[in-house]
T-cell receptor, first 115, second 114 residues
Framework: AQSVTQLGSHVSVSEGALVLLRCNYS??????LFWYVQYPNQGLQLLLK??????LVKGINGFEAEFKKSETSFHLTKPSAHMSDAAEYFC?????????????FGKGTLLTVNP | EPEVTQTPSHQVTQMGQEVILRCVPI?????FYWYRQILGQKVEFLVS????????KSEIFDDQFSVERPDGSNFTLKIRSTKLEDSAMYFC????????????FGSGTRLTVV
């Protein structure tokens, strides 16, 4: 069964600092990978996705992630944090077997940005 | 940009009552999902729906839950007899084929069972 591990339930950075949110996955076949952001009391917004094209994926709001098959990782980065980036971030994996492709989510990482 | 619409945004119900959560997926999408997020926990898969039938369901999705797409546009989740532990945020999602185009989530319905 596929699974997602997000290291660090809470990450705190200063405004302007590098953001690094870690995600490792377990899947027996190369998966599709996603990062979603959830602002307080809101739904899930897609930040970016990996679907087997380029391994370095650029998303919205200056975020990017790199798929590393050898490390089974898909870490999310942003060079310079902004106050508006404070939110919860979820990594998710979708198994390519079959046709259902349900998403399996990690437990989430709460990002706080300090002035 | 097309959206997945969920109603209501909040619902409070008494334990034992039936609730129906409604979703309008994006019109040309073919696959539909329900997920839930208990406060402070991760988002969990409940059920997927394709070609007018359930294609997969989780252990959470027991006999108290049902889904249907009654009119080709709405996609509903019914909980027959709510329990306190059903209190959660419920998200509807839809996607086209192929999956590389990605999933679109609604803004969720917060269900509180009292």
């Amino acid at each position: 069964a596929q699974s997602v591990t997000q290291l660090g339930s809470h990450v705190s950075v200063s405004e302007g600092a590098l953001v690094l949110l870690r995600c490792n996955y377990s899947s027996s076949v190369p998966p599709y990978l996603f990062w979603y952001v959830q602002y307080p009391n809101q739904g899930l917004q897609l930040l970016l996705k990996y679907t087997s094209a380029a391994t370095l994926v650029k998303g919205i709001n200056g975020f990017e992630a790199e798929f590393k098959k050898s490390e089974t990782s898909f870490h999310l980065t942003k060079p310079s944090a902004h106050m508006s980036d404070a939110a919860e971030y979820f990594c998710a994996v979708s198994d390519r077997r079959g046709s259902n492709y349900k998403l399996t989510f990690g437990k989430g990482t709460l990002l706080t940005v300090n002035p | 940009e097309p959206e997945v619409t969920q109603t209501p945004s909040h619902q409070v119900t008494q334990m034992g009552q039936e609730v129906i959560l409604r979703c309008v997926p994006i019109s040309n999408h073919l696959y539909f999902y329900w997920y839930r997020q208990i406060l402070g926990q991760k988002v969990e898969f409940l059920v997927s729906f394709y070609n007018n039938e359930i294609s997969e369901k989780s252990e959470i999705f027991d006999d108290q839950f049902s889904v249907e797409r009654p009119d080709g546009s709405n996609f509903t989740l019914k909980i027959r007899s709510t329990k306190l532990e059903d209190s959660a945020m419920y998200f509807c999602a839809s996607r086209p084929d192929p999956v590389a185009y990605g999933y679109t989530f609604g803004s969720g319905t917060r269900l509180t069972v009292v």
